[in-house]
């Protein structure tokens, strides 16, 4: 039978990463706001929203690196340590492509999406919420997990995991569809790079978020 070695911890390093997790879920309102106030063009906050992710990056990586600084060496830890930091980094990541993806944007003085290209756009962003969303639900899982190895709460992390791995490839689609319709599109070919580097970035979210999911599945491995 396993030990409960979470119980020996002052503090469990996956209570840092449940906030980190949460952080990303406050980014992806913001996110969501600013893609969909840059499409319309009648928005004036696309910049209030891309700063407010700015500082919400900046606030995620002030709790990654308390996570990484309070760990000192002959901490007892149900998880390599490794391990755990390879987990913080994708998780972290998906936070980074958010902020990539509105920097992209905001670098041409034009706002705005092709009208042809948009709903392809609100679809491609909601594919990447809802990992996001999985991620701190899986997190508060985890927690569980590690204080009881319960199997049950163990099976409950493996469907998140499968999920993030369905939700990834629905929004690898939807970026192909659009890199598809953009190259068949008429339009200049500034426009066609900006799309689909775009796309790419946004793309990024869910993978980042899958791959956050397969270092759990390492985790939580026997």
Avoid at 184 to 200: G, K, Y
Wanted: net charge negative; aromatic share 8%; with cysteine.
């Amino acid at each position: 039978m396993r030990i409960p070695f979470m119980s020996m911890f002052i503090a469990s390093p996956f209570d840092g990463l449940q906030e980190h997790a949460e952080k990303l879920k406050e980014c992806a309102w913001a996110f969501q706001q600013a893609i969909e106030c840059h499409i319309s063009r009648k928005c004036k906050t696309f910049e209030e929203f891309r700063q407010d992710v700015v500082k919400m990056e900046t606030e995620a990586d002030i709790i990654k690196r308390r996570i990484r600084g309070h760990l000192p060496k002959g901490t007892l830890m149900p998880v390599d340590k490794f391990q755990l930091f390879r987990y913080l980094r994708e998780q972290d990541r998906v936070l980074d492509a958010v902020e990539d993806a509105l920097d992209w944007l905001s670098y041409r003085s034009d706002p705005g999406i092709p009208e042809g290209l948009q709903r392809e756009f609100f679809l491609l962003v909601d594919a990447t919420i809802d990992p996001i969303e999985e991620l701190s639900v899986m997190v508060s899982e985890a927690r569980k997990y590690f204080k009881n190895f319960s199997e049950k709460q163990r099976s409950l992390i493996k469907d998140i995991i499968r999920n993030l791995r369905r939700q990834e490839h629905e929004a690898d689609k939807i970026e192909a569809m659009i890199k598809r319709k953009t190259l068949n599109m008429d339009m200049d070919p500034v426009t066609i790079f900006h799309m689909i580097t775009l796309a790419e970035i946004i793309g990024s979210i869910a993978d980042h978020a899958e791959n956050a999911g397969d270092m759990m599945r390492a985790m939580i491995s026997k």
